[in-house]
């Protein structure tokens, strides 16, 4: 497949509460952990830091470009690159030959390098095909749901993966305007969304859309439900789960698995409220300023 954009200069997602979740998730240096969503590796980098020569850390991610980047930017012979769905986490494993590990860390939602990358079709600003495929060898794209789901799947998909109060006048601005022609860019959809709703607020007329269809298009709640509970199974006792999400569905859904595993005795919340970064962090780096972090550990 080709990977346009790699050798030219290459876009580094800047990790959230770096240090902060690194710390909490490690307890043993010797130990073994799974970045379960490496990107460009910024929390692997951090990981391997900390770690004793004896350490060993797994770094999945299901999309290959960023493997490619981790790849170039990390030589450890402790570190393992592999391509996974973190739902995944248990089959990997028995392929590896381990058991049990010392820790994973889900850091959710959309890097840099995915969203500043225009040909791969998540930004509003991209003339390219509409795609946000995770996974680029997967089979449908933004470009099938838009042009072939109904109506009311569509108000349906936008208002509960994308909180969108307007998803109804949505989905019927997009089912009108592609009776005419198929919608093909993301600039397009844009433009769209703001023609029905218009600029209401601070944030883009069409972020919440935009969300909706990527989390639909990549399965990304339901591929955290399935990753939070193989961690669970994986982990071992004194081991600890350290997530980062970035809305509100997202760190809903952690909240929700973290209480019932802790009433079900087979998890500690060590985070009573997740930690979020300071002013200094939001200042340096804005896409940090909706991140919470929650951690848990196996008992």
Request: hydrophobic share 35%.
């Amino acid at each position: 497949m080709d990977y346009k954009g790699i050798d030219s200069e290459e876009i580094i997602h800047k990790p959230v509460l770096l240090e902060e979740t690194v710390n909490l998730l490690i307890t043993d240096k010797k130990g073994i952990y799974i970045d379960a969503t490496t990107g460009t590796g910024g929390h692997s980098s951090m990981i391997l830091s900390t770690l004793d020569k004896e350490g060993r850390l797994i770094s999945i991610d299901r999309d290959e470009e960023a493997l490619i980047i981790t790849s170039k930017r990390i030589n450890d012979q402790r570190q393992m690159i592999m391509k996974s769905n973190f739902s995944d986490i248990s089959l990997l494993l028995n392929k590896l030959n381990i058991e049990q590990v010392d820790g994973i860390i889900f850091d959710l939602g959309l890097s840099m390098l995915q969203l500043k990358n225009n040909y791969r079709g998540f930004s509003f600003n991209s003339d390219e095909r509409l795609d946000m495929r995770m996974d680029r060898n997967q089979g449908q794209s933004a470009y099938e749901i838009i042009n072939s789901y109904s109506e009311d799947r569509l108000s349906e998909i936008i208002k509960s993966y994308g909180e969108e109060r307007f998803s109804k006048k949505i989905a019927h601005s997009i089912i009108i305007n592609r009776k005419r022609q198929p919608i093909n860019t993301c600039k397009e959809l844009a433009s769209i969304v703001i023609g029905s709703i218009g600029y209401r607020g601070k944030i883009h007329p069409a972020t919440k859309t935009f969300q909706a269809i990527r989390i639909e298009v990549n399965n990304e709640i339901k591929e955290l439900k399935k990753g939070l509970l193989a961690s669970i199974n994986v982990l071992k006792k004194g081991g600890r789960i350290c997530v980062l999400s970035y809305h509100s569905l997202e760190d809903r859904n952690v909240k929700i698995f973290f209480k019932e595993n802790q009433k079900k005795g087979l998890l500690k919340i060590i985070t009573k409220k997740p930690l979020s970064p300071n002013q200094q962090e939001i200042k340096n780096n804005r896409a940090s300023r909706s991140a919470k972090l929650r951690v848990g550990e196996r008992l």
